[in-house]
């Protein structure tokens, strides 16, 4: 295949799997007056993004690297990654950690019952970002319940392998060793167990060992698809695309369309893709105005502005502080002490591989100052913003931590090697671990005769009262003008 024919079919992927979610939504949710200029607008401003995107060949490898995968590599790669998606409860053909319980009820609310979801009275609304559901819930509506669990495994392969594409254009070389980062690289959390919580230390009972640090959590990418696999899979996407970009005229775009997908993700992409423009703007790359094209300006006032006021009026959006307002009982020392394990165990450590090829880059300076913020806040009663909001700076990090186990490997620095090597084993315990409690629990339940899919929770009564989930719709702006009655 020429490279022009893979640069459009990259292209094209890419953008169609950002897109089609939104469009979606657009149609299901929104009366048929405001869907269809919308709808319209939206497919333009896709449209006009796909196109410059070609114009620009971002998504095509620079000289210098292997410019595609050979047929054994990239049939090996999906393979590994059908393997790692199955084992991540998806679709719910292994075992489904405790968060599908609530993922499979949005899910079959989103097959099951009309668009847009409320209540029998109408009173209350389901209010989530539901966007990575909506492809694979018209599939179940047309064709039954189980059929959207299949689409939605196969839409969830798709991505995976879109992100692992976008890797090896990013690092101009198709290997094995982007999958290899992302099914093992994560912070020390089995060391943070040891120390703060020995009891769930047993590698044999294959806890979670991630939320080891009190109210601090972040996630390794294997967790991220184990648990939140509808956040993260659109965030990864949209990071590594914004790294490659070579101009700013789609960057609005791809941050609008990961709104209603990946809520929290798209927050903490912000400052990323700021950092982006204001880099290629003072290297002359781009003039400051090249961002306001229209896919950009469509992209921020009617995709990003649908997306905002939909998930608005989701009721614990409205409780935002600091950590500690919640955490008294702990007093402000050890808080601050777990604080700062937290940071050395989860990304410090790595900093001491990194420093040599990446201190001078503002990129890992603002990925640390990220890293140290996201703890601090919190949003609803959970950790949520601090495991969701890191995901895209965590994404990046593990991409400069790759490239410099790369570098440290040809540079032929035996001993640095080897600690480096070290430190990424200690890492891996934790998805190790995820895999070890998916294969165990998955054997145990299928010898036992036992379903390895988590039930759903009656919809009416519990998911649309669940303020995570769902906001009173007379509340709402977008229930009581654009959407569907």
């Known amino acids: 295949m020429s490279r022009r024919r893979r640069n459009i079919y990259r292209n094209l992927f890419v953008y169609a799997y950002l ?99 409320v209540t029998q009275d109408g009173g209350r609304a389901l209010i989530y970002d539901i966007g990575f559901w909506l492809p694979a819930a018209c599939v179940g509506k047309v064709f039954g319940l189980e059929a959207g669990y299949a689409a939605q ?23 094995l060793l982007p999958l290899t980062f992302l099914v093992m690289f994560s912070g020390l959390d089995y060391v943070g167990t040891c120390l703060l919580v020995p009891k769930e230390a047993d590698l044999g009972m294959a806890y979670h060992l991630e939320h080891w640090a009190l109210h601090y959590q972040f996630s390794s990418v294997t967790a991220q698809l184990f648990w939140v ?20 005229k789609n960057m609005l775009l791809i941050l609008s369309l990961i709104l209603l997908t990946s ?45 905002f006021l939909y998930l608005a009026g989701k009721e614990a959006g409205g409780k935002i502080g600091l950590v500690f307002d919640g955490a008294a009982a702990e007093g402000p020392v050890k808080m601050i002490g777990v604080y700062l394990l937290f940071c050395l165990l ?3 450590v790595y900093l001491v591989f990194l420093w040599k090829y990446r201190r001078k880059d503002p990129l890992l300076w603002l990925m640390i100052g990220i890293l140290l913020v996201c703890p601090l806040i919190r949003v609803g009663d959970q950790t949520d913003f601090c495991m969701y909001a890191s995901i895209p700076a965590l994404f990046v990090f593990l991409l400069f931590c790759m490239k410099a186990f790369e570098k440290i ?42 379903s390895v899919r988590c039930a759903c929770i009656d919809i009416e009564n519990e998911l649309l009262e669940a303020d995570d989930f769902s906001g009173e719709a007379e509340d709402s702006l977008f229930f009581r003008i654009l959407a569907k009655r």
Not at 155 to 160: A, E, I, K, N, R
């Open 409 to 450: 490997y040809r540079n032929g620095k035996k001993w640095l090697f080897a600690a480096y090597c070290a430190i990424l084993l200690i890492g891996a315990i934790t998805p190790f671990n995820e895999i070890h409690r998916t294969v165990s629990l998955t054997v145990q339940r299928f010898a036992d005769g036992n």
């Open 19 to 117: 897109a089609l979610p939104v469009l979606i939504f657009m149609t299901g949710w929104l009366k048929w007056y405001w869907a269809l200029p919308l709808g319209v607008l939206t497919v333009c401003a896709c449209i006009k993004g796909f196109q410059d995107s070609l114009k620009t060949r971002c998504l095509v490898p620079r000289a210098g690297g292997r410019g595609s995968a050979d047929a054994r590599t990239a049939l090996m790669a999906l393979l590994l990654i059908v393997l790692w998606v199955y084992l991540s409860g998806v679709g719910g053909y292994s075992y489904q950690n405790s968060d599908h319980v609530m993922h499979n009820t949005v899910f079959c609310a989103l097959v099951e019952c009309e668009w847009p979801v």
């Open 153 to 175: 495994f196969i839409w969830t392969v798709l991505g995976v392998y879109i992100v692992y594409d976008l890797i090896c254009v990013y690092r101009r070389k198709f290997d």
């Open 263 to 307: 809520t929290f993700p798209f927050v903490g992409l912000i400052p990323i893709a700021a950092l982006l423009y204001i880099r290629l703007v003072v290297k002359g790359r781009i003039r400051w105005e090249d961002i306001f094209t229209f896919q950009n300006i469509t992209g921020a006032i009617v995709i990003g502005g649908i997306s």
């Open 346 to 348: 989860e990304f410090g």
């Open 229 to 248: 696999f509808h956040q993260a899979v659109p965030a990864w996407i949209a990071t590594v695309l914004l790294l490659v970009q070579k101009n700013s």
